[in-house]
């Protein structure tokens, strides 16, 4: 188990450029989150998806943002036509299925993609 | 809406004292809490979780937390620090996977610094 990898680390773009990240979750796991987290805060919720369906997505995903999870391994988070205030780290979680209570709850993140648009 | 907050934004500490790290949390039914751990530039490290049970938790490099439903806490001590542990912390709530998906809520951070 090689736990979440995200690719790339960084990402230097100039504003208006489109951005892609992967994220390759741990191979068991059937649920992938995205975070954004920006300097001195706390990690902000996305999206998430069950498999290759999309459930949920965050008021902050604006129509700039889409993320794809086709076969229901990896997934994509692209950003379009970057502005400055979409510097962040986004970061990538992943969790088994809902079991009993006390089980399938864990998210692992992980080590983040950080984007800087200059 | 859930909601975490951490009143604290900055913690220093005398390597080997105790620590404790504050968190309240705002959920209207039974929480899932979580502390996680991150280090410069790093992603975050799941440190302990509480579902329920037991109010006192063990987690990983001996840290524990205590969830304290009257107060709405659930504050993370380790009864001694070390130099290593400077890092920053995150309390985070979730919902039941059964309901939503588990999205976490993450409080603002407390950041330790660790003074030898």
């Known amino acids: 188990d090689t736990g979440v990898s995200q690719n790339p680390r960084h990402k230097i773009t100039k504003r208006g450029q489109n951005v892609t990240f992967r994220c390759d979750p741990i191979s068991e796991h059937n649920r992938l989150y995205w975070y954004r987290q920006t300097l001195g805060q706390g990690p902000e919720f996305l999206t998430y998806f069950q498999n290759e369906a999309q459930l949920e997505k965050s008021r902050l995903l604006s129509d700039r943002f889409s993320a794809e999870r086709p076969k229901g391994s990896f997934s994509t988070l692209e950003i379009q036509r970057t502005e400055q205030g979409d510097s962040a780290m986004y970061l990538c979680?992943?969790?088994?299925?809902?079991?009993?209570?006390?089980?399938?709850?864990?998210?692992?993140f992980g080590p983040g993609t950080r984007l800087t648009v200059t | 809406a859930q909601s975490v907050t951490q009143p604290d934004i900055h913690i220093t500490v005398s390597e080997g004292a105790s620590l404790e790290l504050r968190c309240n949390y705002s959920?209207?039914?039974?929480?899932?809490l979580f502390w996680y751990v991150q280090s410069p530039g790093q992603g975050l490290q799941l440190l302990l979780k509480y579902f329920s049970g037991d109010t006192l938790v063990q987690g990983i490099k001996g840290f524990e937390a205590e969830f304290k439903r009257s107060q709405s806490s659930f504050n993370l001590r380790k009864p001694s620090v070390h130099w290593s542990d400077a890092a920053e912390y995150f309390c985070?709530?979730?919902?039941?996977?059964?309901?939503?998906?588990?999205?976490?809520?993450f409080g603002g951070g407390t950041r330790l610094m660790v003074k030898p």
């Open positions: 979680a992943s969790s088994t299925s809902p079991g009993d209570r006390g089980s399938g709850n864990e998210q692992y």
């Open positions: 959920y209207g039914a039974t929480p899932y």
């Open positions: 985070a709530v979730g919902a039941s996977p059964r309901n939503a998906g588990n999205m976490l809520t």
